[in-house]
Structure formats: structure tokens, C-alpha cells
């Protein structure tokens, strides 16, 4: 198995009081057992021992980084992120002081999930919100949801973003079934206890099932969110599983992005780019 790639979307906030109108960039990213995917050993350094460890090598923190520097993106739901600190030393280092990591300090085991953020451009607005709910239960190792309430500095474009990463693979189709009937429910009822209702919804939702992307379509049409990353679709995969029936790799495109109604207004179309490395 093999990933990843960044996806971004581009939002237009309008900045009050006669100041110009300024573009900022949202994307997410499944960094993948950052910084440890090495066949298991340097996941022992982080007490990580798995029966069946990952393949491949250590993230290579240098070129992770100027990839993103070369993207220039304000905001970036990360995944999979087993040091945040090193996460968040190593962005300030290459990017800047003023970014800073905000991630979900429960569940998910080793892995973390949360957004990289440029707070010279963005500012967090109250406390921010864990999930446990998607993750089934209090004892599993799934991933929690995390929501940040973000604004633009000083008077722009304030919006929910939820990060979330669904439950793995084919046969985990039906705890993601559990999981989208809960995010659902979340997403319903953030406008009612926050009394805004733009909300961006973000991350992996490895919809690697036979049914692709129709396990997310539902709830999303019922919503009435907009599909931002339907616009890489049989452009980009994101995500390669072998297919040993066919004696192939089957792509997939897994990471997506999620517009509510309201916030869509804010979205420049066709503005959707995407890179990175396996």
C-alpha cells in the first residue's frame, strides 16, 4: 500500500473595514506515520511495535517541507502525525515561526490527528473540539474528529474546520457506515450550539470499498456540502492498494475536502491543486 498526496482548495474571505480582499489556502495532508514509516524501525524509538509494520522509508522531513513551502498554504489538516512536536519544530524551522500545530490530544493510539497553521494570517477562536463518537468507542485505536474555529486576521473569513481520518481499507467499510451516520450528526449540530454555519470538512476518508465514492455521497447530498475535490477525480489518486484478483494496483483518491452550503460562497471554483511524494 502505498500514499500520499496534498490536496488544497483556495478560499476568497472578504476583509472588512476597506482592507483588500486576500486568498488563503487549505489543504490536507496524510503525512503517513510521520516521521517514522520505515519498515517498523524507527517506530521503536516511539514505543510502535506492530506485527506488520509499514513499508518503506522515514518521512523525509526536508523535502515535506519544501513542498509546502513551495505551496504556500495557511492551513493544513494533518494525519497520521506520531510527533507533533517534531511536526511543529520542523515547520517552524522551514517555514516560519509563526506556524503552529493544534491537534487532537486524545484517541487514535500513536497517531494523531490536527492542522498546521499559519497564525500571522489566522487566529484560533475559542477552545477546539474532540470527537470521540467517530471513533466508535472510547478503548479503539480509530481516530477521533477535531474541530479548530479559525478567522481571518484581523477581521476576515471565520469558519469551522473539522479534520477527520475514517477507518482503513475494504472490510473497514462498515465502521466507516457508523462513522459518517455520526459525523452526520456533528455536522448538523455545529451551526446550532456555534451559531455560524460555515464549516470545512477535511481528510482522509478512505472510501476504498466497491462502492468508492458513493459511501460518502449520501450524507453529503443530505447535507448539501460541496464536493471541492470531485474536481481531481480520474485526475489524481491518492491512495494504491494491490488488487491481486486483477494482478494490479488500484488507485484510489481518498483524501478529500467538504464545503458547507454558507462557505462555499467564499470558494473560488476550479482553484483545486494537489502534489506531493510517496
Known amino acids: 500500500m502505498f500514499r500520499n498526496i496534498l490536496a488544497i482548495i483556495i478560499l476568497l474571505p472578504v476583509l472588512l473595514y476597506g482592507q483588500t480582499e486576500q486568498i488563503i489556502e487549505i489543504g490536507t495532508f496524510n503525512i503517513e506515520w510521520f516521521p517514522c514509516k520505515d519498515d517498523g524501525g524507527k517506530?521503536?524509538?516511539?514505543?510502535?511495535?506492530?506485527?506488520?509494520?509499514?513499508?518503506?522509508?522515514?518521512?523525509?522531513?526536508?523535502?515535506?517541507?519544501?513542498?509546502?513551502?513551495?505551496?504556500?498554504?495557511?492551513?493544513?489538516?494533518?494525519?497520521?502525525?506520531?510527533?507533533?512536536?517534531?511536526?511543529?519544530?520542523?515547520?517552524q524551522k522551514y517555514l516560519g515561526t509563526q506556524y503552529k500545530l493544534v491537534y487532537s490530544p486524545s484517541g487514535g493510539g500513536s497517531q494523531k490527528i490536527g492542522f498546521l497553521y499559519d497564525s500571522s494570517v489566522l487566529q484560533v477562536i475559542g477552545n477546539p473540539q474532540v470527537y470521540m463518537d467517530v471513533a466508535l468507542k472510547p478503548s479503539s485505536w480509530l481516530r477521533p474528529a477535531f474541530r479548530v474555529y479559525f478567522k481571518v486576521i484581523p477581521n476576515g473569513f471565520d469558519f469551522h474546520a473539522v479534520v477527520t481520518h475514517l477507518k482503513a481499507y475494504p472490510s473497514g467499510w462498515k465502521k466507516r457506515q457508523k462513522q459518517w451516520k455520526v459525523l452526520e450528526s456533528i455536522l448538523k449540530t455545529i451551526p446550532q450550539e456555534t451559531n455560524d454555519k460555515d464549516i470545512i470538512l477535511l481528510g482522509d476518508f478512505n472510501n476504498v470499498s466497491k462502492h468508492g465514492f458513493d459511501e460518502f455521497k449520501p450524507v453529503i447530498n443530505r447535507l448539501n456540502y460541496f464536493w471541492a475535490t470531485s474536481e481531481l477525480k480520474n485526475k489524481w489518486t491518492s491512495y494504491w492498494m494491490p488488487n491481486r484478483s486483477k494482478k494490479r494496483i488500484q488507485g484510489s483518491l481518498i483524501d478529500h475536502i467538504f464545503i458547507s452550503e454558507d462557505a462555499k460562497i467564499e470558494y473560488i471554483e476550479n482553484s483545486l491543486k494537489a502534489g506531493g511524494m510517496c
Open 43 to 91: 517506530m521503536k524509538e516511539y514505543d510502535i511495535n506492530l506485527s506488520n509494520p509499514p513499508e518503506g522509508q522515514a518521512t523525509d522531513v526536508e523535502a515535506l517541507f519544501t513542498l509546502l513551502k513551495d505551496l504556500d498554504i495557511e492551513l493544513i489538516g494533518v494525519l497520521e502525525i506520531v510527533d507533533p512536536l517534531l511536526l511543529e519544530e520542523s515547520a
